[in-house]
């Protein structure tokens, strides 16, 4: 495989037009992706490859830099083909990479603009944390109509939610340019809030409002300078709030997690929430996911269970949903104070490795209200504190 030529910017468009020869242009969709480093970058290009042919579209990954590396902006541009079934007809989506100096993100808007297609949706994936420059974060979201990022790589909850909120608050605010956020975590969370939601089908409809306490454990692997990243968890907080319109009165933070009350207009007593990190004893913690995982394996910042404890009348319950030893299958449990327990029920439960994550997303051209409520009432959680 040949590496493809350095151009100036000026170049780009030029350079697409030379390598359509005898194949057809198929795009659905204009894809942006954001990378810090030559590293990441490249491991994005692969990504993207390999969704080449589920998703034709022209993707355009925006290489950040040092200075020392990159001092002026250049691109390279790639045809991918791939035949249609089984015809000698060939479809070709475009790959452009584009190099930016550190120096000179405030241009990224600027260069990338002019290389969208038009009447096409815009997906403008951010590939790791957000950055720190709340002006470059404005511009990149300003591309898109769709916005596509992870927030697993949140370390900092408390800051990064607040951005996260406020650019969401500002995009319902919109009276055109609405923005539709997909987020990774989000989609890792559907089978735990299906699990969720089941736990309280009759007979135990009635305990839903008269929760007590809720805790909420996420994987930390407890190494030397690892930083715990409760994100997850803190989503789930917030859509539980958001579904059962509980007001967050306190929150305090606590070594790698948080504690708090909510109030809910449905029982007179607060509800208690507790964030926390535990080690995953069965399971390898990691900072990826491959597919398949070689071992059981959990993401750095997953949910490991979930409880509920309810007081009806004098009776006391405990509700657990939990992580299965083979990180396969999510168990829910029913147990009175007493010891007595209804048969647990279980949901299967798979790790999606990035490539995965990102193609579901592509398909998804729908706002989901829901994920910005559970947003906002993790941020409100995340504030309560003063």
Do not use: C
Not at 288 to 314: K, R, S, Y
């Amino acid at each position: 495989m040949t590496t493809p030529t350095t151009i100036p910017l000026t170049q780009i468009k030029a350079a697409l037009a030379n390598q359509w020869h005898e194949v057809t242009r198929s795009s659905v969709l204009t894809l942006v992706a954001y990378a810090t480093g030559a590293d990441r970058a490249a491991q994005v290009d692969t990504i993207l490859d390999a969704l080449a042919g589920q998703h034709p579209s022209r993707t355009i990954t925006v290489a950040v830099e040092p200075a020392a590396q990159r001092p002026t902006p250049a691109a390279t541009v790639e045809l991918h083909t791939y035949a249609i079934g089984q015809t000698a007809s060939l479809i070709g989506s475009e790959q452009i990479v584009v190099y930016i100096p550190a120096t000179e993100v405030a241009r990224i808007a600027d260069d990338v603009r002019p290389l969208l297609l038009s009447d096409m949706p815009v997906f403008v994936w951010l590939t790791g944390a957000p950055p720190q420059n709340m002006r470059l974060i404005e511009d990149l979201v300003g591309l898109g109509d769709h916005v596509v990022f992870d927030s697993a790589t949140f370390a900092d909850p408390g800051r990064d939610l607040a951005v996260l909120a406020g650019i969401i608050r500002r995009s319902r605010a919109a009276t055109v340019n609405y923005k539709a956020f997909h987020d990774f975590n989000w989609e890792r969370l559907a089978p735990w809030r299906a699990a969720l939601a089941q736990a309280f089908d009759p007979p135990y409809l009635t305990n839903l409002a008269h929760i007590t306490q809720v805790r909420l454990g996420f994987a930390h692997d407890f190494a030397p300078n690892s930083t715990p990243q409760p994100a997850q968890a803190y989503l789930l907080a917030g859509w539980l709030a958001s579904r059962l319109n509980w007001q967050p009165t306190a929150y305090q933070t606590r070594p790698g997690g948080a504690q708090g009350r909510f109030q809910s207009p449905r029982q007179a007593s607060p509800i208690a929430i507790e964030i926390a990190p535990y080690t995953a004893p069965h399971a390898q913690i990691a900072a990826t996911i491959a597919t398949p995982p070689a071992q059981p394996t959990v993401l750095q910042g997953a949910l490991l269970f979930v409880d509920f404890i309810t007081l009806v009348n004098g009776e006391q319950m405990l509700f657990r949903t939990a992580l299965a030893d083979d990180t396969g299958r999510l168990t829910t449990t029913t147990t009175r104070l007493d010891g007595e327990h209804a048969p647990p029920r279980t949901m299967p439960i798979e790790a999606q490795s990035e490539a995965e994550l990102l193609a579901g997303q592509l398909t998804r051209f729908r706002y989901d209200h829901i994920y910005e409520d559970a947003v906002l009432a993790a941020q409100a959680l995340v504030t309560a504190g003063g």
